[in-house]
């Protein structure tokens, strides 16, 4: 494929898929999410916005130094400090990419720079002159461009070319362009501005209208070669481009976009997707495209004939395509540890000597309660028996009574640091006195704010999946836990954000807060 051909894929779920209220992730958490796009293929990873807190900056310099194929960016306002914080988090990365943004339209450069556009122009050419101090690669943004003067996009743009900016990324901020509005900046970008063809041309749409794949899509179709998204589409407000909707069309209808994201490794979507949404506590619909439960799931007869028969008439992309497994039986009570082992390395998951001993006890626990086990349940099993290794608090066992006319008495057994707490206890119902019983052990005295279950596959005997969102004292942490018994899954749930909230001192300690809107 000739290099104008391939669409490069620039990840910034780890940078405004984390802005987006209550996504927030731990260091490790962003870690591991790190290397499920390295696994996938991004081309860039936008690590975060160094600046902004000591947590932020440790995160970026960690993703920096870790990944060995895929550039790694840091963003920073088009001011010295934030330049100075991207460049020493990146240091240590093999291609590193420093991102400046400046607005340009004249709402944001009057009311919220209080800017002339010529001092516009002058700093955003001294920041990308200082960030070309640092690194070779530098992005610039025109933060709000979809509503920028033209004419004046032209000229910043120009200039921060001249200046030595390697992209130019033309943000659609608010989400407020309309796909044949949008493609056509692009293509006039490229008319209008003399040495474009010495920058990529880079889209980052917002989904404000539910337009930002539509307006991707079509940009790429007037010349942009790099493509802004995160995975699941989360962001700030109503999200970013989805990254596995952007990848699956253009591959899907290369025949009519003449170009792909050859660097995608599509069997590792729904995997990445997965650990998103663990990690964010966000919830992927069940009709949502690509990664959606029911993306491949054929209810009406008529389609399941047609399925059976040959799988084109209703199906655009094989589901294996984008690791969809929800529908093979892999594994029973008969596997042993070698075939637990084998199947987990071919869903990528590499587990050391002592969480497999961990894992498989809990493979045997689950063969035991269901009859099937997916794909879906092992990596919902080891998701959670990896994290508890390394958490303060462990389940070691819970005892529950309770009905219709009888008030709850539940028995809840932690373990931590070797040693054991028991605590027995009731409440309004069996989850709420399992709660008080684990306040009471940990001393951590949580408010649930929110509480979520959904099924990990289909059928009567599925998992049970919980997301509980927590407050501890002011600081709301997410928590996932899964079982086929709803309650262990509602403790084990809760069990996790204790342990994040327990971590989140030393792996999220902010800075004195940054005001985005500072003028430069
Ligand atoms: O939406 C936006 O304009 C941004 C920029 C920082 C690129 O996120
Ligand atoms: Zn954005």
Same mark, same amino acid.
């Given at each position: ?18 802005? =987006?209220?209550g996504?927030?992730?731990n260091q ?19 690590a ?5 807190s000591?947590g932020?900056?440790?995160?970026? =310099? ?10 790694? =960016? ?20 093999r ?15 009057e009311?919220?720079?209080?800017k002339?556009?010529e ?32 004419t004046? +996009?032209?000229r910043? +743009?120009?200039a921060v070319?001249?200046?030595?900016a390697?992209?130019v ?11 044949e509005?949008?493609?056509?900046l ?12 010495k ?6 749409? @917002?989904?404000?209208?539910?337009? =930002?794949?539509?307006?991707? +899509?079509?940009?790429?179709k007037?010349?942009?070669r790099?493509?802004?998204?995160t ?29 792909t ?16 949404s ?8 069940p ?15 008529? @389609? ?30 008969h ?7 084998d199947?987990?390395k ?5 587990l ?5 001993v961990?894992?498989?006890d809990?493979?045997?626990d689950?063969c035991d309660?269901?009859k ?26 819970l ?24 605590k ?37 005997d599925?998992q ?16 996932i836990g899964?079982?086929t018994?709803?309650?262990?899954a ?10 994040k ?11 004195a807060?940054?005001?985005l809107?500072?003028?430069?």
């Amino acid at each position: 494929m000739a290099k104008e051909d391939k669409v490069l894929i620039f990840d910034t779920t780890l940078r405004d898929g984390e802005q =987006a209220p209550g996504a927030s992730m731990n260091q490790r958490e962003k870690m591991e999410v790190a290397l499920a796009l390295e696994r996938l293929g991004v081309d860039v990873i936008e690590a975060g916005f160094p600046v902004i807190s000591k947590g932020d900056f440790e995160s970026v =310099a960690m993703v920096a130094k870790k990944m060995k194929n895929c550039a790694v =960016a840091g963003l920073a306002r088009s001011v010295k400090k934030d330049i100075d914080a991207a460049g020493e988090a990146l240091k240590s990365a093999r291609h590193p990419r420093i991102h400046v943004f400046l607005a340009t339209s004249k709402i944001h450069m009057e009311h919220k720079l209080r800017k002339t556009p010529e001092e516009i122009i002058q700093i955003a050419v001294d920041a990308v002159k200082h960030a070309r101090g640092y690194v070779e690669d530098v992005e610039f943004s025109p933060e709000d461009a979809s509503r920028s003067d033209k004419t004046f +996009l032209y000229r910043v +743009l120009e200039a921060v070319i001249k200046a030595g900016a390697t992209t130019v990324n033309i943000p659609d901020t608010v989400g407020y362009a309309v796909p044949e509005q949008y493609g056509k900046l692009i293509a006039d970008i490229r008319s209008n501005v003399p040495n474009i063809n010495k920058a990529v041309i880079s889209v980052h749409c @917002h989904d404000d209208l539910g337009m =930002a794949v539509a307006n991707s +899509l079509t940009a790429v179709k007037n010349g942009a070669r790099q493509i802004e998204c995160t995975v699941n589409g989360i962001g700030e407000r109503a999200g970013n481009c989805s990254l596995e909707e952007v990848v699956m069309a253009l591959r899907t209808r290369q025949d009519y976009f003449g170009c792909t994201a050859s660097g995608i490794v599509t069997p590792e979507i729904c995997r990445t997707s997965r650990l998103v949404s663990k990690y964010t506590g966000f919830l992927v619909p069940p009709n949502k495209s690509i990664v959606g439960g029911n993306a491949f799931r054929h209810e009406s007869g008529i @389609h399941q004939d047609g399925v059976l028969k040959e799988p084109t008439t209703y199906e655009i992309i094989r589901p294996e395509d984008v690791g969809f497994s929800g529908v093979g039986l892999v594994l029973g009570k008969h596997s042993g540890r070698a075939a637990l082992k084998d199947r987990l390395k071919k869903l990528g998951i590499e587990l050391s000597d002592e969480e497999m001993v961990r894992a498989f006890d809990r493979f045997k626990d689950l063969c035991d309660k269901k009859k099937e086990v997916f794909d879906e349940d092992l990596i919902a099993i080891v998701e959670d028996e990896v994290h508890e290794i390394k958490d303060l608090w462990t389940l070691e066992a819970l005892k529950v009574v309770s009905g219709m006319n009888i008030a709850p008495q539940v028995t809840v057994c932690l373990k931590s640091s070797g040693k054991r707490h028991e605590k027995t206890t009731t409440g309004d119902g069996p989850i709420d006195a399992c709660y008080l019983a684990i306040d009471e052990i940990t001393k951590m005295k949580g408010e649930l704010l929110n509480y979520g279950i959904q099924s990990v596959t289909q059928g009567k005997d599925a998992q049970g999946e919980v997301r509980v969102r927590v407050n501890f004292n002011g600081q709301k942490v997410m928590g996932i836990g899964t079982s086929t018994d709803v309650i262990e899954a509602s403790v084990r749930a809760y069990l996790n954000a204790v342990n994040k909230a327990c971590a989140i001192t030393t792996s999220k300690t902010k800075t004195a807060p940054v005001d985005l809107g500072l003028q430069p």
